[in-house]
């Protein structure tokens, strides 16, 4: 408690000058500061090394698949199928993104997922994208968008039957980087479509029908031609469900928070008991010596920076802030 005393309030004991505004405890107030600011960036210098090697990333569309079913299994869903047009399509956006230099839902040029969807030839009644940047782990990029509201429903959707995804390195912003793609869907359902066939002579061969794409064609006996669906019609849903914009409530998603509030504590905390021994000093005796206003001073302004401005990201890992999801009943989509 004498302690406690002597490093507020100036006393005999400390010879009238706290041990809270000493030499040594400027030292130590001056090593947390610092550490508090320099620390994050060491973090987010030493990932981008980890991703400028990818040799030292074990980073696979695969693993990235299984823990997405691993998660819809927890939640008694049934697992997703991988599909080739749709790995193309998260292919092709990941390229886009580096070609143009963006990390977003949609290109600066005004393109959208779903103009992926159909240049990969996959034609959707439902369809999603999550997408995820500079994670050296499946797992971690995993974690970061199960913590996420808006991209865990994707992943979760009962809607989707399928899904595609892309890991590709590359340089975004004149650095290393690691862009992943997750691109959801359920193929559209071609309703059934019945049509007279006229009857023909037995002398003459009638024409056969020309197949339309995606689609199967059956000859019934009585000379109908029925084109049948691909696959089963899903339920119905309002038609042209716009893109999703739920926000991501936080909650981890960008992986780290700039200036994360234990810190911003932390630097509070050393502020008031800085301000504290400076009140008390005054208070107490009146006067307050140039070196030690000084180091205070100096130690109030490191410490307010990191508790009001920030200090950053601690990391270049992220999500984007929501998802992108889709309904259509639209033919052509």
Do not use: C
């Not at 980890?50 to 569309?61: H, K, Q, V, Y």
């Not at 079913?69 to 390229?95: C, H, T, V």
């Not at 064609?217 to 019609?233: L, Q």
């Amino acid at each position: 408690m004498e302690y406690v005393k002597n490093f507020f309030f100036p006393t005999d004991g400390n010879e009238m000058s706290p041990y809270g505004l000493s030499y040594r405890a400027s030292a130590l107030y001056f090593i947390f500061a610092l550490s508090l600011t320099v620390v994050p960036v060491y973090m987010r210098v030493s990932e981008l090394a980890t991703l400028a090697n990818p040799d030292l990333t074990s980073f696979t569309s695969r693993s990235v698949i299984d823990l997405a079913n691993s998660a819809r299994f927890a939640y008694g869903l049934a697992p997703l199928e991988e599909n080739s047009k749709l790995a193309s399509a998260a292919e092709q956006k990941i390229e886009d993104m580096f070609a143009n230099q963006y990390f977003a839902h949609f290109s600066p040029q005004g393109k959208s997922p779903w103009d992926f969807f159909r240049a990969s030839g996959y034609y959707y009644y439902a369809a999603g994208e999550n997408l995820a940047i500079d994670f050296a782990t499946a797992e971690s990029a995993h974690v970061a968008l199960m913590n996420s509201s808006a991209h865990r429903e994707n992943i979760l959707n009962t809607l989707y039957d399928e899904i595609g995804v892309a890991v590709k390195y590359g340089t975004f912003n004149g650095r290393p980087s690691i862009i992943v793609a997750q691109y959801f869907g359920k193929k559209r359902a071609v309703a059934a479509v019945q049509s007279e066939v006229p009857p023909v002579a037995e002398s003459v061969e009638p024409a056969e029908p020309a197949e339309p794409e995606g689609i199967l064609v059956s000859v019934t006996a009585n000379n109908e031609n029925r084109v049948a669906a691909a696959i089963d019609e899903p339920e119905v849903l309002p038609e042209n469900v716009p893109v999703s914009s739920a926000e991501s409530n936080g909650n981890g998603v960008l992986a780290v928070i700039t200036a994360d509030s234990s810190a911003k504590a932390a630097a509070l905390f050393a502020m008031l008991l800085l301000l504290l021994s400076v009140l008390f000093l005054i208070t107490r005796t009146g006067t307050m010596p140039f070196a030690i206003g000084a180091r205070a001073l100096v130690l109030l302004i490191m410490f307010a920076y990191v508790a009001f401005t920030g200090v950053g990201e601690t990391r270049a890992a992220k999500v984007t802030p929501d998802s992108a999801f889709t309904v259509s009943n639209s033919v052509g989509n």
